[in-house]
């Protein structure tokens, strides 16, 4: 069989949009071709490129759960030319979209054990693919506790989701705004997400954690929870380096030897110390 | 391996006999600026034959400066996309030199190893490379630092050899036996012989087994500064390169119909590894310029298991700094 065009991207159709904070909208992604949609299959942990033709490509992890079929989801705040783009665009608009690409978190090997979620941004995106996969296998995973920040209260995405994960019962959820992001209506934590981390340390048996940030939320929080006995090796992050190719050869998410396109984007702590910090 | 003769007087004849088969024929042309570069010729009278290296390396021909990845044309149901595979061209290249010829061997493993290029794939099942060995060298040729000779075969698929009256024709791949099987009477059967004194005479910089062992703690070198200082990052190094294979992806055209294109970049550039966030991991041109040589010497290595330096001594001939990679490669291996 030949090789597959890795460059050719998916039609996809915009079957939802929602504004999730200032210049942060969510698409939800549907197949034009239903032969696409039967053969594609991801796993939580992988990305895409993005494309509005014309304009370009844009890379974001895939934000909704495997367990959620028939669809997929971005979430991407609009800064250059190609997410400038994406955002103008309308429901029932058709973008490309190429992937799913890079490795995976490695879910199964996580049953019967606590998971701690450490982001803040839009980085709970990449994140809340994972957290819906446990939520919806719940009785897999022990307790699940979820560490979330944003610069202001208005930043904050999936507000209704947040809601919900903090009304269950079977979640443990701390949403934090940034020093002087606060509302005067404001009633969750108010600092930075490694502050709430260190002051409210997650316990580490049993325990995997899963940081995900901008890279200065990365290169603080994993050291917190190393420093809290979290074995470096049950510690994951996802990179988020600039890509174009998502398949090992445009060069510019390289770590040292590392692809991050396709040896990542998921790493462990006790890889990421063995690599440049070219993060 | 195969070995040919054929006379001297003789090679234009069998040039003609490449062109009139009907394929591309890329060779290096002498420009009006004394500089030689590839291009696509005609007849033999067009190539240039005194020259020590072209400007630019061949990978253009297996992976184009802008390469049309697919088109796109909006209609009333949708969007048409097409690929430009089906209309490349069978190509021969006439007279790289060893170095490059090598050059290919890796950009083969890089592209088809794992996630296969299909489209460098298409490309390079369709080039047959003619290499000639080098009679002469400059300062800055290094190839027998990293490896080769100014008569390695690796790569190629033909490589002729100057001696005397005659060329010594070494058939290295089945690519090659059809190329000279186009005009079979122009050669006649040769014996294997050493092609030494008719090569030119390079020394060896470094030993390329000590500094692949000390480049692995090269990494927090202090002399990484004192070695990028002049770099302005201007990817000169990077385009004349025969190995580099960074690249952009950029639309072209609007929203309703244009092209999708695959084009050169450079680690050097400082905009390479820049987030959208306005983050960059590389901050600086220390950092890029290190980048760019332990890929090369460590690396791939640990990747393919291949140095990607050839030895051509493009980017110190281009460079407007003054860089030298072997002397940078020396000195933060100290």
């Not at chain 1, 304009?55 to 190609?82: D, H, K, N, Q, W």
Request: proline share 5%; hydrophobic share 35%.
């Amino acid at each position: 069989m030949e090789p597959k065009n890795q460059y050719i991207p998916y039609k996809m159709r915009i079957a939802s949009i929602t504004e999730e904070a200032p210049l942060v909208q969510t698409y939800r992604l549907e197949f034009v071709d239903e032969k696409d949609a039967e053969q594609f299959t991801f796993r939580a942990g992988q990305f895409a490129e993005y494309g509005v033709f014309g304009e370009g490509e844009s890379t974001f992890c895939i934000a909704s759960s495997p367990t959620r079929e028939g669809y997929l989801e971005c979430t991407f705040r609009s800064t250059g030319r190609v997410t400038k783009a994406l955002a103008n665009c309308e429901l029932n608009d058709i973008i490309g979209l190429r992937g799913p690409f890079g490795n995976t978190f490695p879910i199964e090997e996580w049953y019967g054990k606590n998971i701690v979620f450490v982001t803040g941004g839009i980085a709970l995106p990449p994140l809340r693919c994972v957290i819906w996969n446990l939520l919806d296998q719940r009785e897999k995973f022990g307790d699940i506790t979820i560490y979330y920040g944003a610069r202001s209260v208005n930043d904050l995405v999936y507000k209704e989701e947040l809601e919900e994960w903090s009304s269950r019962s079977d979640v443990k959820l701390y949403v934090t705004v940034d020093p002087g992001g606060e509302t005067p209506e404001w009633k969750g934590l108010v600092g930075f997400v490694p502050t709430v981390l260190e002051q409210n340390p997650p316990k580490s048996d049993n325990a995997v954690a899963i940081v995900a940030g901008p890279p200065i939320l990365i290169k603080m929080g994993m050291p917190i929870l190393s420093k809290n006995g979290f074995d470096n090796a049950n510690i994951y992050t996802t990179l988020e380096n600039r890509m174009k190719c998502g398949v090992g050869k445009c060069g510019h998410c390289t770590v040292g030897k590392t692809y991050v396109c396709k040896d990542g984007p998921v790493f462990t702590y006790e890889e990421v110390l063995k690599m440049p910090a070219e993060y | 391996m195969e070995i040919k003769n054929i006379k001297l007087s003789q090679l234009p004849a069998f040039f003609d006999q490449l062109i009139k088969s009907g394929k591309v024929v890329i060779a290096p042309v002498m420009k009006k600026s004394g500089k030689v570069f590839f291009e696509r010729v005609q007849s033999y009278s067009q190539v240039a034959t005194d020259y020590i290296q072209t400007g630019f390396s061949a990978k253009s021909v297996v992976f184009p400066k802008v390469e049309v990845l697919f088109s796109f044309n909006k209609t009333d149901d949708g969007i048409d996309i097409k690929d430009s595979i089906t209309d490349i061209p069978e190509t021969i290249v006439w007279g790289l030199r060893p170095c490059d010829g090598s050059a290919f061997n890796y950009m083969t493993e890089f592209f088809l190893k794992e996630n296969p290029d299909v489209y460098y794939a298409a490309r390079k099942a369709k080039t047959t490379l003619i290499a000639i060995s080098c009679a002469k060298a400059d300062d800055a040729c290094f190839c027998t630092s990293v490896g080769l000779t100014p008569g390695s075969t690796e790569g190629s698929d033909l490589l002729l050899t100057t001696m005397g009256e005659d060329v010594y024709v070494e058939v290295i791949t089945e690519k090659g036996k059809a190329a000279i099987d186009l005009s079979a009477s122009l050669f006649s059967v040769n014996e294997e012989r050493s092609k030494e004194k008719y090569l030119a005479k390079i020394d060896t910089k470094f030993s390329l087994t000590e500094i692949k062992e000390r480049i692995k703690t090269a990494y927090d070198s202090a002399e990484w500064k004192n070695e990028s200082m002049g770099c302005f990052g201007c990817g000169a190094c990077a385009f004349s390169c025969p190995t580099c294979t960074c690249f952009d992806i950029q639309d072209e055209g609007t929203q309703n119909k244009g092209q999708r294109l695959r084009c050169w970049d450079a680690c050097g550039f400082g905009q390479f590894t820049k987030h959208a966030s306005g983050h960059n991991p590389k901050t600086n041109q220390t950092q890029r310029r290190r980048q760019r040589l332990m890929h090369k010497f460590q690396y791939s290595v640990e990747n393919l298991g291949i140095v990607s330096c050839v030895g051509c001594g493009r980017c110190i001939r281009v460079c407007p700094a003054h860089l030298n990679i072997f002397e940078n490669i020396l000195s933060v291996t100290q």
